[in-house]
């Protein structure tokens, strides 16, 4: 809401005319120019978090106008006393960059949270495939050239030890800012492009080369959002992360979580420090920002949803994956082990139907501030016929640390930035029980079948204990 009410007041003042203006005096226009850009870039930060459409579209303004330049900031960089003038000029090339990526992932996100994506038809056709592929290639396009543009000195603004010790600690955390929404964005693009090609996998020979080169597009883009905030909070300096640093590392938080789940015993020690230092952070992120609870929440919730759909994983599906190792293990039956995951990355390339649920699900929960219903997920997606159904269904119980609170609940803003409405009230994430239970008495369901799970399958991670529930 505040970002539509700024950007609705800078184009009152013609801020989005800037380079048309006949104006004599420049510092006008560059004061119009700024504002203009600060909206975009903002526009840009909160798309990627809340997973919706940009509000600045290239409809609204001429993209090929280009953002802010060095030249832009001149004035103020020599006059600033608090940076020496070495970092005052890596700042001004990472504001240029980061104006450059607003451009870069304008297509991306269209692509990826656009209305054409949320308006899929039920029989896929080849003309649908070959449009989005189209889309999608120009959105890769425009990300590659962005980064053989960049890449290179953001890395190196960003490493402390390649020479950048002497430069103010505000040049690295603005230059791996930039990698982060960048990768960010890498890894909307391919969620997207993965549901293109499962969606349409009949239309598809290379089906699984697609998905297996995709994977590892996938796969880089979330080790470096996970890196670069580790990196930060090593630093000290991961407090300063916007708004959007929650929603960026949830993704990250939740696969390391199934990493851990799927390890065997010698890899689970260290899958399980990686989950601590996430969990660290997350609490660091709550005092910054009063909608990382919701994250939180999201991130709880999906947690023991996967973990109810990778029991069916494997070669057998009515018993965990702990029990069938153990089984398989005593019975000298190496074959099914080498035909488990025991990354997400394998569920991926295995399973890529469950890995889709678990991301759209995500994407769904942070952009509307709830858990999805049946209707709010593509059918394709559910897989719901029944010879994907492995067992009888039952509801998977939630966290009691979710349970509604005596008290009236609080409505989830409609995004991060809603004003509350006491009169529009709604539990984001209701409490489920393992009874058999309609949908009307519910008001939603799991979208996915589920079993329930008698024991503890992430170790002793306790990272949501101190959480509130985000109703």
Same mark, same amino acid.
């Given at each position: ?58 409809? =609204?303004? @001429? &993209?090929?106008?280009?953002? /802010?330049?060095? +030249? ?7 006059? %600033?006393?608090? $940076? ?74 960003? =490493?402390? @030890? &390649?020479?950048?010790?002497? /430069?103010?600690? +505000? ?7 930039? %990698?982060?929404? $960048? ?289």
């Amino acid at each position: 809401m505040w970002l539509s009410k700024a950007i609705s007041y800078a184009k009152e003042a013609g801020a989005q005319n800037y380079y048309r203006s006949t104006r004599s005096d420049i510092e006008t226009i560059r004061e119009q120019k700024r504002l203009w850009w600060c909206c975009i870039l903002r526009d840009r930060m909160i798309a990627l978090g809340v997973r919706r459409d940009i509000q600045i579209s290239p409809e =609204d303004f @001429d &993209l090929e106008q280009g953002g /802010l330049t060095e +030249s832009d900031l001149v004035g103020e960089a020599h006059s %600033l006393q608090v $940076y020496d003038s070495r970092s005052r000029s890596a700042l001004s090339k990472t504001i240029v960059a980061h104006c450059a990526l607003a451009v870069a992932i304008t297509w991306t996100m269209s692509a990826a949270y656009g209305a054409s994506s949320s308006s899929l038809e039920d029989r896929p056709t080849v003309s649908q495939l070959v449009s989005s592929m189209v889309e999608i290639e120009r959105a890769n396009t425009e990300l590659k050239v962005w980064s053989r543009r960049f890449m290179s000195d953001l890395v190196n603004h960003g =490493d402390r @030890d &390649l020479g950048c010790r002497t /430069l103010n600690p +505000s040049v690295t955390f603005f230059a791996d800012m930039t %990698l982060i929404h $960048y990768y960010s964005a890498k890894i909307a693009l391919c969620n997207h492009q993965a549901s293109i090609l499962q969606r349409h996998q009949v239309h598809l020979d290379d089906h699984e080369f697609r998905l297996a080169s995709l994977n590892r597009d996938l796969r880089n883009a979330i080790t470096s959002v996970a890196g670069k905030i580790k990196e930060l909070s090593n630093q000290g300096l991961a407090h300063n992360l916007p708004i959007t640093a929650p929603s960026c590392s949830a993704l990250p938080f939740i696969l390391e979580a199934l990493n851990l789940r799927l390890s065997a015993a010698a890899q689970k020690d260290i899958h399980q420090q990686q989950l601590e230092r996430y969990a660290a952070i997350m609490r660091l992120f709550r005092t910054q920002h009063d909608h990382t609870e919701c994250v939180t929440s999201a991130i709880n919730y999906l947690l023991q949803v996967v973990d109810s759909e990778i029991q069916h994983l494997g070669p057998s599906s009515q018993v965990s994956l702990r029990g069938v190792e153990q089984r398989d293990f005593e019975n000298g039956n190496s074959k099914a082990l080498l035909h488990r995951p025991s990354t997400w990355s394998d569920v991926f390339t295995g399973k890529p139907t469950v890995y889709l649920r678990l991301s759209l699900s995500l994407d769904f929960a942070l952009s509307r501030g709830r858990a999805p219903r049946m209707a709010d997920l593509q059918s394709w997606v559910l897989d719901t016929t029944p010879a994907s159904v492995p067992g009888p269904l039952f509801m998977h119980a939630m966290s009691p640390l979710m349970m509604p609170p005596v008290t009236p609940p609080i409505i989830v803003p409609n995004t991060v930035l809603d004003v509350v409405d006491d009169n529009n009230q709604e539990e984001c994430f209701p409490t489920l029980t393992t009874e058999d239970t309609t949908d009307s008495d519910l008001g939603f369901v799991i979208p996915w079948y589920l079993t329930e799970v008698s024991d503890s399958v992430y170790g002793d991670l306790q990272f949501l204990d101190s959480v509130e529930p985000c109703i």
